[in-house]
Structures are given as C-alpha cells and as structure tokens.
C-alpha cells in the first residue's frame, strides 16, 4: 500500500498468439492454429496487435491497478 500511488502492477496474459516464431507454413501452421484454438469462444489465434491493444489499456488508465487483462480469445472461459 505504501508503495500504491506511484507504481500500478498489472498483467498482460495472451493466449495463442500467430507471431513468427512459429516455423511451420500452409497448412500445417493453420492447422496448428486450429488445433489450439478450436474450443476457444474466438477459435482463432490472436494477434500482436491484440496483445498490444491489452498492454496500452492497462498503461494508459491510470485507475487500473493489480489486475489480469487475459488477451485470449476466451481460453480461460471455454
């Protein structure tokens, strides 16, 4: 608490993010991605954009403190 004024600690948690690093291409790399994604309430997998789009909410809203943005197509909740 002492700290609280100055400094917000929050959580950016993606879920099956499409990024380079997967090396796979075609169709196995979509398949990949359906594969993990099928049962997600957003079967598809998310973007960095996305991850980003998490990250600058809990940056820009100064409210937001001693959170989780789950960035994950609805993993946690299917």
Do not use: C, H
């Not at 948690?13 to 196995?28: D, K, Q």
């Amino acid at each position: 608490k002492e700290i609280s004024p100055r400094i917000r600690i929050n959580i950016v948690s993606p879920g099956t993010i499409n990024t380079p690093m997967v090396t796979l291409t075609g169709t196995e790399r979509e398949k990949l991605y359906e594969n993990m994604t099928k049962d997600n309430l957003i079967p598809r997998a998310g973007t960095s954009e996305e991850v980003a789009e998490g990250l600058m909410y809990v940056i820009k809203n100064q409210f937001v403190t001693g959170t989780t943005v789950d960035v994950d197509g609805g993993w946690l909740l299917s």
